[in-house]
Structure formats: structure tokens, C-alpha cells
């Protein structure tokens, strides 16, 4: 059994991979990371032979390193750019690619494949991402936005008479009445609307629709939302890891 970790600006997160099955075994806040956290989700687990990590906290990998070693005498592997050739990273400095990017790329090249057509890889976590990957492994555009949880968490914080609170109970714009369910509409809707016109956006300038695969710890939030039909998969970025473990 493998063991695939996604480290992120806010969470990590932990998948096993036995005979091709991926398995969501637990997660905690980037912030939180301990020996103690890290000890509560993998005591229980079967013995792994393999550590494999996505990782944007270089800060974390070190501590991971040390973990693994003194635990279980394994050396993760840490994915990089350019594990998967398939993949023509096309920008000015692809080292500037997030690692996690990078494994929804992978795996969102493979669904651009099947479909025969490009595909908006929508990534709804810190920040907003999406990103443009065509049938043959081109990659070269992408848009970037603040997120639910910045712009929530910016807001609170540079006004002093909006309160912080959680993007819950939506109500339609015209039916909102105090300051909590304003803040709450704008930002929901106004996110979706965002994403919604970047991808009309992208389209227009390459003259194509595409595919649409969102994933990421936002993605059930507006999910629903999001233009025309699509295809929701919380695993994108370890099946990416996968794929590229099994590439070798």
C-alpha cells in the first residue's frame, strides 16, 4: 500500500493507494501540523511501503522527511515538475507552478483525451484557480482569484463593523436583510459569477468550449453553481499522483 500526501496553504490531506483504489483517510490545517496530528491519522492504517507528497509548503518538507524516517524508515518522494513529460508546461517559469496544479493537470490532460477537447481544470481552494490543458498535454493559461475563504477572511479583517463568519444559508440577493446574509450573497454569488465569466472568457478567446473539471476543499460550496455540465472529483489532484507514480 502507498501512502499519497497533499500538502496545501491550508490543509493536508492523506490518501492510501492499494490495488488502484484510492481511500480520503484524513486531514488537518497546514498550520496545525504535528507529530501528534500526523500520529492520530496514520496509527490505524495498514503498513504502507511508499510515501509520495505533493507539496507548496516547502517549510513542510523537511519535518515530513524527518517523520517518515524516524517512523516508518521511509524516504518520501516529492513530486516535481516535469514527472509526467506528457505535460508541456508552456510559461515563463514553470518552478512557479504549484505542485498540486501540476497533478490536476496530469490528470486533467487524461480527461481532455477521452473527451477530445479541452479542458478548465476549476481548483475552488485558498485561492480560485483555472486552468487551460488541451488534448495533447499543452499547458499555458490560467487565472488566478482570491477565494471564498480570503475574501472572507479580508473583508472581516479590514472593516471593523463587518463580522467574520461562515459562508452558510445563502439567500438570494434581493432577500437579504442584515449584515451577515449581505456579506454571505455577495460573496457567494459574486464568486460564481467570477468563475462563471472567466471561463466564458477563456472560451471566447480560443474559440472552443471545453471540458470543465472542478475539484478542491471549496468546490462543495458552489459547486452546484458552477456553468453547464461538469464534473466534480475531490481525488483530481491524487489521482494525478497516482498517474504519475505509475509512470514511474
Not at 95 to 102: A, C, H, N, Q, S
Amino acid at each position: 500500500m502507498k501512502l499519497f500526501i497533499d500538502v496545501g496553504n491550508t490543509a493536508i490531506k492523506f490518501v492510501t493507494c492499494e490495488n488502484d483504489k484510492l481511500t480520503f483517510v484524513g486531514r488537518f490545517y497546514t498550520q496545525e501540523t504535528s507529530i501528534e496530528k500526523m500520529d492520530n491519522i496514520l496509527k490505524d492504517l495498514p503498513p504502507f511501503d511508499d510515501v509520495v507528497v505533493s507539496s507548496v509548503v516547502p517549510s513542510a518538507n523537511t519535518a515530513l522527511s524527518k517523520y517518515f524516517k524516524t517512523n516508518y524508515d521511509l524516504k518520501p518522494r516529492f513530486i516535481k515538475i516535469g514527472d509526467y513529460p506528457e505535460i508541456n508546461v508552456d510559461i515563463e517559469n514553470p518552478e512557479e507552478l504549484g505542485i498540486d496544479l501540476y497533478c490536476d493537470l496530469v490528470e486533467g490532460y487524461q480527461f481532455s483525451k477521452q473527451n477530445k477537447k479541452p479542458t478548465l481544470i476549476i481548483d475552488l481552494g485558498t485561492a480560485s484557480k483555472i486552468m487551460l490543458i488541451d488534448e495533447k498535454g499543452l499547458f499555458n493559461t490560467c487565472v488566478i482569484i482570491p477565494g471564498i475563504e480570503i475574501s472572507k477572511k479580508t473583508l472581516s479583517s479590514s472593516t471593523a463593523q463587518l463580522p467574520f463568519y461562515e459562508v452558510l444559508k445563502i439567500k438570494k440577493v434581493t432577500e437579504t436583510r442584515n449584515t451577515v446574509e449581505v456579506i454571505n450573497a455577495s460573496i457567494y454569488y459574486g464568486h460564481i459569477e467570477s468563475i462563471n465569466g472567466l471561463i466564458n472568457r477563456i472560451e471566447k478567446e480560443i474559440g472552443k468550449t471545453c471540458n470543465y473539471l472542478i475539484t478542491g476543499g471549496c468546490a462543495p460550496i458552489i459547486e452546484s453553481e458552477i456553468k453547464g455540465p461538469h464534473t466534480y472529483d475531490p481525488l483530481l489532484c491524487f489521482k494525478g499522483i497516482q498517474r504519475i507514480v505509475k509512470r514511474g
